[in-house]
């Protein structure tokens, strides 16, 4: 695995295989063992982020220092990004620093694809506009895995909720969910289906998109990408889709990727809830991406 900008980029014995290690007992990752992480020490590892994150910057740092290598944060603010420098120009210039390794957060209008073209360097999508967000669905995905078996895992169903348009985590779970069995159902109003949405069953009720589902993901309003009236948060829509303790069925498992517009997507109540993973999936998403970046330093060791 050189670069991670697409789940498309991963087979199921790739995914299997990254997230078996992020759950990772000590036993499995046994020095010389099939899920072995490799320390990376004094590698450097570029954090190129062009919108604001909390999780996955600092869990891909937290990650970077657990394999004894050294992360370097650019941030548009403060950098020559801000002065117009394009993002291939900046990946350019700091390969000539002897960075290698970029986790890149970028707008719609950037192309990561564009960048795996530049040699000698790896990318990991870390959030990509629109498009996908590869690391979060694996994180989630090992989260669920930390719980049941891989066998268990298949046939269950995954309910995500909300704001489905501009959501990258759920365009990444959509190409992930049928490589290892999990059947996605969706639920949004009629304006926030996806185009990708049609090959899944899509409900704009609710109760009923959640009927038999083991995991509910309710997914942030991403008002920062709205745009005409039809992406408008209305009541109706606090009404119909917000997830309450009410609402949650019994044996459901709740997700959210983070961060979280309590009293929007989720009510108060549902704050530090028994059924609730959000916590955990941040746990796993150091893990999960200590995981990437050891398999992307492999191959980068074996073309050197
Ligand atoms: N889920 C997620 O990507 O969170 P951040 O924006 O905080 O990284």
């Not at 801000?82 to 390794?101: N, Q, W, Y």
Request: glycine share 8%; with cysteine; charged share 25%.
């Amino acid at each position: 695995m050189r670069h991670l900008v697409s789940i498309r980029d991963l087979s199921t014995e790739d995914i299997r295989g990254l997230v078996d290690q992020a759950v990772g007992s000590e036993k499995e990752n046994e020095q010389g063992g099939p899920n072995e992480i490799h320390s990376r020490p004094g590698e450097l590892v570029g954090l190129v982020f062009l919108e604001a994150s909390s999780r996955t910057r600092v869990s891909f740092e937290c990650a970077a220092h657990a394999l004894e290598a050294k992360p370097i944060l650019v941030q548009q603010a403060g950098s020559s990004l801000e002065k117009s420098e394009s993002l291939k120009d900046t990946i350019l210039i700091f390969r000539s620093m002897g960075i290698k390794v970029f986790v890149v957060r970028c707008k719609s209008e950037n192309d990561l694809l564009e960048l795996t073209k530049i040699s000698g360097v790896s990318i990991i999508n870390a959030g990509d506009g629109k498009r996908e967000h590869p690391t979060q669905a694996l994180l989630d995905l090992t989260t669920l895995r930390s719980l049941y078996s891989w066998e268990k895992l298949a046939g269950k169903t995954l309910c995500i909720i909300g704001d489905l348009k501009n959501s990258r985590v759920a365009q990444s779970w959509s190409l992930l969910a049928p490589k290892v069995g999990i059947k996605l159902k969706l639920a949004s109003p009629e304006g926030w289906k996806p185009d990708w949405g049609k090959d899944f069953e899509h409900s704009t009720n609710l109760r009923e998109g959640i009927k038999g589902a083991d995991f509910i993901m309710s997914l942030r309003v991403q008002k920062e990408r709205h745009s005409g009236p039809s992406d408008t948060i209305t009541q109706e829509f606090v009404n119909e889709f917000q997830m309450t303790e009410n609402k949650l069925p019994a044996k459901a498992l709740l997700m959210h990727p983070g961060p979280v517009n309590w009293g929007v997507e989720l009510a108060d109540d549902l704050q530090n809830h028994a059924q609730s993973l959000i916590l955990l999936q941040v746990k796993y998403g150091v893990n999960l991406r200590k995981a990437v970046l050891s398999k992307i330093f492999d191959a980068l060791l074996r073309d050197r």
